[in-house]
């Protein structure tokens, strides 16, 4: 369709006048760039429009990971797997081996003491420099705690929940059994 005006429109700028056909022309190839855009836009909205926003995802469905190494650390991404067997092994190596025990002396991790107190009374000190977490557990082998208690120890320079540095707490309950935990400040009683 010709445009009348620009056709008889003076040429001002001393070049040579653009027919009206091959404007319309451009105007017809932009318009159907800018369709095309639209509608890659509108398909990449209908695509983001399925996935969790990056600040607040609220996943759908089962998300899936693959299982890291035993040995990976850092910020990688733990899964259900991951989590379960690394459990499984610390669980392992954290139980506690039973030990007797009648004579006094010093306690050491990851133990579950049976203390025998039929000789009479038992003092035992909570081992030195634990790690983390690190457990000890007394059992009362020979239900004798009521009249020969055990009497326990922290190492030195700890303490044991709210008493004072190195002082004991005695155990005088029968059938008692009792677990001290490592908190990294304390030995906290479990």
Wanted: proline share 6%; hydrophobic share 45%.
């Amino acid at each position: 369709m010709a445009n009348r005006f620009y056709d008889n429109a003076p040429d001002l700028l001393g070049g040579q006048k653009a027919r009206a056909a091959d404007v319309e022309a451009h105007f017809d190839a932009i318009t159907l760039g800018f369709a095309k855009v639209q509608a890659e836009l509108d398909n990449h909205v209908a695509v983001g429009a399925t996935k969790a926003p990056l600040l607040s995802p609220a996943l759908l469905g089962i998300p899936t990971a693959p299982t890291a190494a035993a040995s990976a650390g850092g910020l990688q991404l733990a899964n259900l797997d991951y989590v379960l067997n690394t459990l499984a092994h610390i669980s392992a190596l954290d139980r506690p081996i039973p030990v007797p025990v009648s004579v006094s002396g010093a306690s050491t991790r990851n133990t579950l003491e049976q203390v025998d107190t039929t000789g009479g009374i038992i003092t035992r000190t909570l081992p030195g420099a634990p790690a983390l977490l690190a457990e000890v557990h007394f059992e009362d082998a020979a239900q004798n705690f009521h009249r020969n208690r055990l009497v326990v120890y922290p190492h030195a320079g700890a303490r044991i929940e709210n008493t004072a540095i190195n002082e004991p707490i005695n155990v005088r309950m029968r059938f008692a059994r009792i677990g001290f935990r490592w908190s990294g400040s304390y030995w906290k009683v479990i």
